[in-house]
């Protein structure tokens, strides 16, 4: 889709985006259970992520041509050409069907490819009434079903390209489907990140990293990829980082629904989360704050997926330790750093996380900005689902 037809479509889009975006914000409360300020922040982030869609384009375009320039300097019969994948099944996460569900099937067909969506019956309304935003130019098709039956659905059709997003635990089926029938995956299924505080860090960087955490718990009940699964705190800082924090709960402004929910579900959250099935590899910090937990070492803290409103924390002697813990370990979505900026970049790089952020928490940057402004604190390239519908292809010539 080009030209008129993308802004068509966009502004199409938005009008609707528009006219329903109270029912819209309804839907996610009730699939969902958020609060309805974190259902519209929710919602609100398609029209920022809509309105940025054109300037993506042209980003992509200028890109493309700036390779093209230069490649004619080596070769000037060759090209890169940028095309659509053609047949994309994408899966929808329960966490956040809005915006996913409307912004990526969205950037997969403006790409110019045919998309099907599997939709969890839990969400089933939200994603409905996102689908049904998009403009009839856009080539996507709603096709109801849990995240397991799309590994049914890769194994009976030919799809080019599968868009997961969702639990790590179908990751194993999935890729070796995909990896046997040639089609290329884009796996965005864990919910996994690691808050480090650093060893030089001071009580004011204590205080933020505690306020920080609290708001990624309350924030849409935890199930946010951008709330840490696990927070390092260095051996000696433990006992102030938990006095701290103790004090940032007691006084934070967590709903009472999010408090029931920890008393009733931490324990299927630890179940679900938990690949080894070591539950006493877990204990509670404090009696006051049941969704803080001590894990035994790094790998029980990184490998609990926790989609809801807990963390686990691990202490660490050494950031060289830290660094050798992180390098092998292939769940590293997200690195939040709180303390001095030294020791950060040489770790990140150390990592090979895919977003970092120094001293915030994404949940609460500004929503209106492109997928919450990521790109503003760190290195990501989250935003660009538009990108991600399109293969690059040499083009030569004699």
Known sequence: MEGDHFSIGLTQLLGRLQGQRAELIADVVSDCGYVTSDAATLVDAIQGFVEYLPTLLEVTQGQLQFENETLRRVSPAARIALRPWGRVLFVCPSNAPAPLATIVPASLALAGNHVTIVSPSAIRASVTRCVGLLPTEYSVQLWPGRAADAVSQIARNNYDMVYYTGSSRFFPDISSL????????????????????????????????????????????????????????????????????????????????????????????????????????????????????????????????????????????????LRASLASHRYKLQLSWFGPRGDLLATADTAGVARVCANVQPSSQNPSLPWGGYGLSGTSDVLDFYRKGLRRVLCESD
């Open 178 to 321: 995909c990896a046997r029938s040639g089609t290329h995956l884009i796996y965005e299924g864990e919910g996994r990140g690691v808050a480090i505080i650093s060893k030089e860090a001071g009580e004011t960087d204590l205080h933020r990293s505690a306020n920080a955490l609290t708001e990624a718990l309350r924030y849409c009940n935890g199930k946010m990829c951008s709330k840490p699964t696990a927070v390092a705190v260095p051996a000696e800082l433990e006992t102030s980082f938990l006095e701290l924090f103790v004090r940032v709960a007691r006084e934070s402004k967590l709903p009472r629904s999010a408090e029931a929910l920890l008393g009733h579900t931490l324990a299927r959250f630890i179940k679900e989360g938990l690949d080894a099935g070591d539950f006493e590899a877990l204990t509670l910090m404090h009696d006051d704050v049941p969704y803080l937990l001590r894990a035994r070492d790094f790998a029980t803290a990184i490998g609990a997926e926790m989609f809801g409103p807990a963390l686990t924390v691990f202490t660490y002697e050494t950031i060289e330790a």
